[in-house]
């Protein structure tokens, strides 16, 4: 080793001194250009990386083989992690962090998925989204809505519980279990053929109803809101049903009663029958008859229509023709012209019932009706009158009747409407 003189020591601790002051005095600038830079990456690093991720939480019943760090994944595909597994009374949260370009569906779940016996876990967000909205920045997904692994522990104690069950100190004690189990063997010694026709047509039943699987669900559907409309009737079935049961026992109180109410009907139904047997030709008839009014009142239903309509009227005009000041009724009655009509109905039906003695029925009934005047009433002029007939010639015209019952009998029936 060298050893310097003080002299040259003095020189080159002045040197130096001489040098760093001018590289500080040349460098600071670039030093906080140099920092601010670091500073600016670390920032936009930062932020870069809070926007290439999305956290979001989930709850589970319990994370046995779950850790930091975990997978997790969407369909199989890793794109996240786990970053904290916090214990919460009788769950555990887990918070996990997934990139931002994958997008997860607003109702989605999380699976804690065991891919083998020993091997680590992870947990799938499914179902992947297909469209609609996304979900949210910071989200917890609840317990109801994530699911675990059975875990195998519990499966083999599930399996010991029930060979405990069937064993000796259970069902077996007795040897029942070693029974049943010798005479099915028995019973399918034998029957393979048989056994296997009939798993096979089990299997074309479920077959077939797999393939009717949408109608027969919308028969479950249509049945579910058939119950629920009986639901929402509930009360008034309820009601329904306690009417029917005091029914039921007024019935039964009255049971004598309603046995001789129902052989005294069947009594008389038994008479109503003969009746009807003894009396069928009758009946029959007029039925017919009855038939034939039906048929005329039809026919002349636009008639008995307008009298309906009109018969009010012509009553409230008939009580407003009777004067009460003066005692009188009040009418204008052409009845000329009604005897008029008469006798041309009845003059046109008495030559089927006359014979040759019609001429002089009908001569005898136009002087009568030629004789009466054309109207007259009460405060009005009567309208001129035919000449009246010669009352000498009367007993002319009714002696030339004689023998002409048949003719009376015949304008009675007429008028009588037979």
Do not use: W
């Not at 670390?42 to 589970?60: H, K, N, Q």
């Not at 967000?125 to 996304?134: C, F």
């Not at 809101?225 to 029917?244: M, P």
């Not at 054309?374 to 004689?402: M, V």
């Amino acid at each position: 080793m060298v050893r310097l003189h003080d002299r040259q020591r003095a020189q080159q601790s002045r040197a130096g001194t001489e040098t760093m002051t001018m590289l500080s005095g040349r460098a600071t600038p670039r030093v906080a250009a140099a920092v601010v830079g670091l500073l600016l990456v670390a920032a936009l690093v930062t932020m870069t990386r809070g926007e290439a991720t999305r956290t979001v939480s989930a709850v589970f019943p319990r994370t046995v083989s779950l850790f930091e760090g975990s997978d997790v994944r969407i369909m199989g595909i890793r794109v996240g992690t786990v970053t904290a597994i916090t214990p919460q009374g009788t769950s555990v949260r887990v918070d996990m962090e997934y990139a931002r370009k994958y997008d997860v569906p607003a109702d989605a779940k999380a699976v804690i998925v065991s891919p083998s016996v020993i091997s680590d876990r992870f947990v799938q967000l499914t179902p992947a989204y297909v469209g609609g909205e996304r979900l949210a920045e910071g989200a917890v997904i609840a317990q109801e809505d994530t699911a675990v692994p059975v875990e195998l522990d519990r499966t083999f104690e599930a399996t010991q519980q029930l060979m405990d069950a069937l064993g000796p100190s259970g069902a077996n004690r007795h040897g029942a279990l070693s029974g049943l189990l010798s005479v099915l063997a028995d019973t399918l010694d034998g029957q393979g053929a048989e056994l296997n026709g009939a798993i096979t047509g089990v299997s074309d039943v479920v077959g077939t109803l797999g393939d009717h699987a949408d109608d027969i669900s919308g028969s479950i559907t249509h049945l579910s809101s058939l119950s629920s409309r009986l639901a929402d009737y509930d009360s008034d079935i309820e009601g329904l049903n306690t009417r029917l049961a005091s029914v039921s026992s007024s019935l039964a109180d009255n049971q004598d009663n309603i046995s001789i109410l129902l052989a005294s009907l069947a009594k008389s139904l038994g008479e109503v029958g003969t009746f009807v047997e003894d009396n069928r030709e009758s009946l029959s008839a007029n039925v017919e008859s009855l038939s034939r009014v039906a048929t005329a009142l039809d026919d002349e239903r636009i008639a008995l229509t307008q009298i309906v309509d009109i018969a009010p009227l012509a009553f409230t005009n008939l009580v407003n023709t009777y004067d009460p000041a003066t005692k009188a009724v009040r009418t204008r009655a052409n009845f000329a012209e009604v005897l008029r009509r008469a006798d041309l109905a009845i003059c046109s039906a008495i030559p089927a019932a006359a014979g040759d003695s019609a001429d002089t029925a009908c001569d005898l009934l136009r002087s009568i009706v030629v004789a009466l005047p054309d109207q007259g009433g009460i405060g009005l002029p009567a309208t001129p009158s035919a000449d009246p007939t010669d009352p000498s010639q009367l007993p002319q015209l009714i002696a030339g009747l004689s023998g002409t019952e048949d003719l009376l009998g015949g304008i009675a029936g007429v008028v009588g409407g037979r």
